[in-house]
């Protein structure tokens, strides 16, 4: 285009010189011969500029959908109901057709019961943990009420051994002076028994006498019966029989910590074993409601319903798309272009669509 447009300004020049030396020609000429009449050629005069030539294209194409997508059931299932039309518009996520699933929702519910019965397994479980748990602090804390009754009763036997030793010191001094008492006693009654017989002293005096002497042997009696009793180990056994039993009983405390620790560790395996049946359970009703969901057909993108096949009562497949959805939001341009004019399209440049 832009040869063709150089040679016609050229061509345009080269009339208009040719021209003008024709013009020169017949001047010359009508000097020596009779004037004639000139003629008058209309030619279209320009001023000449200096640029760039321009020149436009004009393609035509085809405008086809930005994106296609076909929808596919993602299980095979008997078609309930379909909830769209060729020609609708829908977004992504909208319901196109509902299949039959009677059987998925019966497995759901099963599953659920499956799912509820095991959470009550693992509350039961975690209740025996609990007790168990109970348990074992009962069991300490009588263990250690058994240990101080052994503490104190060792105090009080030890403390009634030094008060027996103690006591038998003091007795046996009590007993030397009472003997002591009892003979000086004796002595002074024999000697007063002389002296009332010789009429020395009075009868009272003589009484006096005897009673001092009955009172002292009273009194070393006393004494005597102290030290037996003193002397006996019924106290004492007494104080080891109480120790035995609290010794008993921090044994038994001991070991129904021992039990308790056995029952708390099966108590934990048990609310283990528990804890993954309900992680089991709630997979298998996770994975049931997925089957589910899968009984329902839904649009994977956002667009125009452009193919549909099937209908209600019929069978799909995973194989054969149910629907087509075009995007027209972002269309693109398909044309056939010459070799010679790739130069035009260059990255980033920027051209006019015109759609009918």
Known sequence: MKRKSNRRIIGLLSSIAVMAMLAGCNKDKSSGEEEKVEKEIPVEVANVTFGSLSDSNRLTGTIIPGTEVDVVAKTAGEIKKIA?????????????AQLDDTNERNAVQQQKAALKQAQ???KSAQSGLSNAQSGKAKAEKSYTQSQASV????????EARQSKSNNLDSIELQIKNAKLALDQAKQNHVRMKALY???????????DA??????????????VLNKNQAGSDLSLKSLEASLEQSRIGASIAQSSIQDAEFGIKQAQ?????????????QLAVDLANERLADKVIVATASGEITEMSGEVG???SSQQPFATIVSID????SMDVLPDQFTVFKPGSSFQVEVN
Do not use: F, P, W
Not at 86 to 96: F, P
Not at 151 to 158: G, I, K, N, P
Not at 271 to 280: G, P, R
């Open 151 to 158: 503490r104190q009763v060792e105090a009080s036997l030890d």
């Open 330 to 333: 972002v269309v693109k341009v």
């Open 210 to 223: 005897s009673n001092a002497e009955q009172n002292a042997q009273n009194s070393y009696d006393q004494v």
């Open 269 to 281: 395996a048990g609310v283990e074993q528990a804890q993954a049946s309900v992680e089991q359970a």
């Open 197 to 207: 017989d010789e009429g020395l002293i009075s009868e009272q005096n003589y009484e």
């Open 120 to 122: 009550s397994s693992l």
């Open 314 to 316: 019929a069978m799909t």
């Open 84 to 96: 769209v039309e060729k020609g609708d518009v829908v977004k992504t996520g909208d319901v196109l």
